[in-house]
């Protein structure tokens, strides 16, 4: 073997490890799943932290049993992240849907998460709703 010879096969050695280790990162990367279990917890926990402050005074019954959807819809639109879209379903004690008009903000698309939240308001007479808020981060 000459000896000019001796640095080409060393540049072409290095040339397919890098290769390979390239090739082997882009096809872990392809199998392994995404990793939006931390998205969805950090978005079930501001979707229920929404839902208690509104329900921390009592604001969030008054605004049910008054059905002012558009008032509880600006308050959510407050309380949560600017990149999430929402969709709020109210039920009675009977599992009847209350909400007349939908309170959302948006489709949901993508990895949705609910949060149910129990919701007492006391007055005249005692009722219990059911609220389901749904969420989804929007890209």
Do not use: H
Not at 58 to 84: D, F, H, K, Y
Not at 91 to 107: E, I, L
């Amino acid at each position: 073997m000459r000896w000019g010879k001796r640095g080409q096969i060393r540049v072409m050695e290095a040339f397919l490890s890098a290769l390979l280790i390239f090739s082997a990162l882009a096809i872990s990367a392809a199998l392994s799943p995404p990793a939006t279990g931390g998205t969805n917890k950090a978005l079930t926990a501001q979707g229920m932290q929404a839902l208690v402050q509104l329900d921390s005074d009592g604001g969030l019954g008054e605004m049910i049993g008054a059905r002012n959807w558009t008032a509880l819809s600006s308050a959510l639109q407050l309380l949560l992240p600017v990149g999430a879209a929402y969709n709020l379903t109210v039920y009675d004690d009977n599992m009847q849907q209350v909400t007349s008009s939908p309170v959302s903000n948006g489709d949901l698309v993508g990895n949705v998460v609910a949060v149910d939240y129990l919701c007492a308001v006391q007055g005249l007479q005692f009722r219990v709703y059911l609220l389901r808020l749904q969420l989804a981060v929007v890209r």
